[in-house]
């Protein structure tokens, strides 16, 4: 027999026909798939303008700029030398409005810590107190403890057993402990 099936004949057009199609069906190359870079390299890039703007917005928000700068200003501004004012007999000074943050200093003992290296430390008492209306952040790291020379020491944290916690003070609270300075100082004021 031949190569024209088991009747002898060649195959009629039409089943040639069918065999065609089926064949092009099959063979026929799939096309290419569609990458997903594009869509990854969108949503990444948006991400990151996100993440920008999420940035911004905390630092505005910390930075501020507004009327809560004016807690730190006069947390600084009023130091020691506010509670010596404030005792003065006679009343020679007229009644003044009490500052929106009160910081009264005075030296204190240092109580060493596991934290401490040695005993070369100068401790100050402080005492902050919110006369203003809304709440008033207090961390030891925003103090500054400047000695008779004029040289300011910062804050070495864990030190002293008695450090002055990190709080938020409403309106009327207030909070006590101590700032601790690295090395043996008479201390002048506390900022």
């Not at 040639?16 to 092009?24: D, G, N």
């Not at 709440?135 to 925003?142: A, G």
Request: hydrophobic share 35%; glycine share 14%; charged share 20%.
């Amino acid at each position: 027999m031949g190569t024209h099936g088991l009747s002898g004949r060649p195959p009629a057009k039409r089943q040639i026909s069918q065999v065609a199609w089926w064949r092009r069906t099959v063979a026929a190359p799939q096309p290419p798939k569609k990458s997903s870079t594009g869509k990854i390299l969108g949503f990444g890039c948006l991400g990151v303008v996100a993440l920008v703007i999420v940035i911004g917005v905390i630092a505005a928000v910390a930075g501020g700029g507004g009327k809560g700068d004016d807690d730190k200003a006069d947390a600084g501004k009023s130091g020691a030398p506010s509670a010596a004012s404030s005792s003065r007999p006679g009343g020679s000074e007229p009644a003044r409005k009490p500052a929106a943050v009160e910081i009264t200093a005075k030296k204190a003992s240092f109580t060493k810590s596991v934290l401490a290296d040695g005993d070369a430390y100068t401790s100050v008492s402080v005492t902050i107190r919110n006369n203003s209306g809304r709440k008033v952040s207090v961390n030891p790291l925003y103090f500054t403890v400047t000695d008779t020379n004029g040289t300011k020491h910062t804050e070495e944290l864990g030190v002293d057993d008695k450090q002055i916690d990190t709080v938020d003070l409403s309106p009327g609270e207030n909070i006590s402990g101590t700032v601790t300075g690295k090395g043996t100082f008479t201390p002048k004021y506390v900022t």
